[in-house]
């Protein structure tokens, strides 16, 4: 299969130029991959905070499973975050913007109101206020989404195409780790700050849980403000509220068209299915086991820790592969191996409570989901054209999570009528257009490097 994926602001490397192995894995100890180390964290910290360990909270507290259910639409804040994403990457914040520049501010006030939800979730008990629950819920996902849009921008004006894959891989890693500490740290919290000689819920045990996970986040904001901006691309002046619509709004997703042409509904397609497989499966991965009878202790160390580690594993290789081998030939890899790691969930509901079998099947599943991550967050970056970084990426993230997570709130549905061995098998199935979309897009004609967007104005006003 042929590599045929250009950056989307450099020229491909040629051919002959393959970095030796120091060289490919010195690009881990960089200042710019460290940075991402520490961010990654700090995007990784809400989302389960919001999904799956709100989800047990609010089971233990007696909120019934309809309603769990559809709190899990909170995570679509993420699916449409490319609405605001031209607001994160040309409107400056008054005072910040001067101070820190343009990503590392909308890094700071996103990271600040994660915290602040947080902390709103942590002092609302679920049994008497649940509404407040869900308001500091939809916060807390509104937050993380902004910060996605501008950490994306960030990375990708932090370092040229051929390092994007490790610095995906070092984002991956952070975001992992804060994983575990937000899915089995936070459990392991609840269960330390429960008082003795009290059985059933206790509402001060999550409080203390959620506020250690809010002042987590300080990790990203000393991140922030000790990281340098990225070089500053200067932007035209608006001539008028239109201009400045056209350019923040139009421009981006029309430069994107203008260069893909009908290659672009290839791309689309491609990225809004890629990860259907795991997103579909996921939701239901926690009912399974506990319909399975595995006890949480086992479930929060073998999925949330040494699960987690082997994502980190699977990430790092996955980079490392890129680098070597191209991206796309990555992505193929990652596409095969995420659809084939669910039929090994069909075959674990046939071995009822096997731990040993349950390590077996998360050490393939999180491998794979981890080099599937990396070369495909490696891909997206190379679409983007970085005069509009984070409205174009947030924009590809956003697809990515749309239609998998719509079809996700269903599976609960399917489960109970067809069961979770045709469940697993038909997640596998969904990955199979995946392959040839893959395919078809390593296909695909070089596409040229933009101008950048003042040159191109410059040219255009003589």
């Not at 691309?233 to 009908?262: M, T």
């Not at 086991?289 to 595995?294: E, I």
């Not at 996955?318 to 969930?345: D, E, K, Q």
């Amino acid at each position: 299969m042929s590599d045929n994926t250009t950056s989307a602001h450099q020229p491909p490397p040629r051919a002959s130029a393959v970095p030796t192995w120091g060289q490919t894995l010195r690009v881990y100890r960089e200042p710019a991959t460290l940075r991402m180390l520490f961010l990654g964290f700090s995007a990784g910290l809400p989302l389960l905070l919001v999904l799956g360990t709100l989800s047990f909270w609010l089971r233990e507290a007696g909120v019934d499973r309809t309603t769990i259910g559809k709190l899990s639409w909170v995570g679509l804040a993420y699916g449409f975050k490319w609405a605001w994403a031209p607001l994160v990457d040309r409107l400056p914040l008054p005072l910040l913007t001067r101070w820190l520049g343009r990503r590392r501010s909308w890094l700071l006030v996103s990271q600040l109101a994660i915290a602040a939800g947080l902390v709103g979730m942590a002092l609302s008990d679920p049994k008497l206020a649940l509404n407040t629950i869900v308001w500091c819920a939809l916060a807390v996902a509104f937050g993380s989404a902004t910060q996605d849009i501008a950490l994306d921008a960030f990375r990708i004006e932090s370092a040229d195409m051929r390092r994007q894959a490790a610095l995906a891989a070092a984002y991956q890693t952070g975001y992992r780790m804060a994983m575990i500490w937000a899915g089995a740290g936070v459990l392991w919290i609840a269960a330390w700050a429960e008082l003795p000689g009290q059985a059933g819920y206790q509402q001060g045990a999550w409080q203390a849980a959620y506020l250690v996970m809010a002042a987590s986040m300080a990790v990203g904001v000393l991140t922030v403000l000790l990281s340098p901006e990225p070089a500053r691309r200067e932007l035209p002046p608006a001539k008028n509220a239109a201009d400045w619509l056209r350019s923040a709004l139009v421009e981006p997703f029309a430069d994107f068209l203008r260069r893909y042409r009908w290659q672009a509904a290839l791309v689309l397609g491609l990225i809004a299915v890629y990860r259907i497989s795991d997103v579909v499966m996921g939701i239901m991965a926690n009912p399974f086991y506990v319909d399975m009878g595995f006890t949480k202790t086992e479930v929060a160390n073998v999925t949330k820790v040494y699960g987690v580690i082997m994502t980190l594993a699977g990430a790092f290789l996955g980079g490392v592969l890129a680098l070597r081998v191209g991206v796309m030939r990555v992505l193929m890899l990652g596409a095969i191996l995420s659809a084939a790691s669910n039929l090994l969930f069909a075959w674990l509901g046939t071995r009822g409570h096997d731990v040993g079998a349950l390590v077996f099947v998360i050490s393939a599943d999180n491998l794979a989901s981890g080099i599937a991550s990396a070369a495909f967050i490696a891909y997206l970056s190379g679409l983007t054209n970085v005069s509009y970084s984070a409205t174009q990426y947030a924009l590809f993230s956003s697809l990515m999570l749309l239609l998998p997570k719509f079809l996700a709130g269903y599976s609960g549905q399917y489960v109970d009528a067809y069961g979770y061995a045709s469940f697993f098998t038909s997640t596998a199935c969904l990955g199979l257009p995946v392959l040839l979309l893959v395919w078809l897009a390593s296909r695909m004609k070089p596409v040229a490097s933009p101008r950048p967007v003042d040159a191109e104005r410059s040219q255009n006003d003589s």
